[in-house]
């Protein structure tokens, strides 16, 4: 199984930018689908970003489209969230999650649920205050 550890979380200003990092250990990432997902306190988890296991597809939560960019460099085993225009109501922690996908029919796709990802990381938190 594959271990990930989420990293660059911080303290920011309303409409600043910010990147997080999700490095993987234990297995290639390359052979996984990706997201993102975040849980602002008294809140439930939502989903904000995902890509597939080819990087060709990417699919966001309407809240953070055009603000948020999910990428991933399989060289570094590394998954990455780009947060720009930062609002208080981004503050939460951030988690890495990802999902084993073997099959060449899902080399392409994007999961949004948090029940179809296998293995998560610790998270990372994310404030954005004046």
């Known amino acids: 199984q594959v271990q990930l550890v989420e990293s660059g979380g911080g303290l920011v200003q309303p409409g600043g930018s910010l990147t997080v990092s999700c490095t993987a250990s234990?297995?290639?990432?390359?052979?996984?689908?990706m997201a993102w997902f975040r849980q602002a306190p008294g809140k439930e988890r939502e989903f904000v970003a995902a890509i597939s296991r080819s990087g060709g597809r990417t699919s966001y939560v309407d809240s953070v489209e055009g603000r948020f960019t999910i990428s991933r460099d399989n060289a570094r085993n590394t998954v990455y969230l780009q947060i720009s225009s930062l609002k208080p109501e981004d503050t939460a922690v951030y988690y890495c999650a990802a999902k084993r996908a073997i099959y060449i029919s899902s080399v392409n796709l994007v999961y949004t649920g948090s029940s179809e990802y296998d293995s998560w990381g610790q998270g990372t938190q994310v404030t954005v205050s004046s």
């Open positions: 234990g297995r290639t990432v390359e052979a996984y689908a």
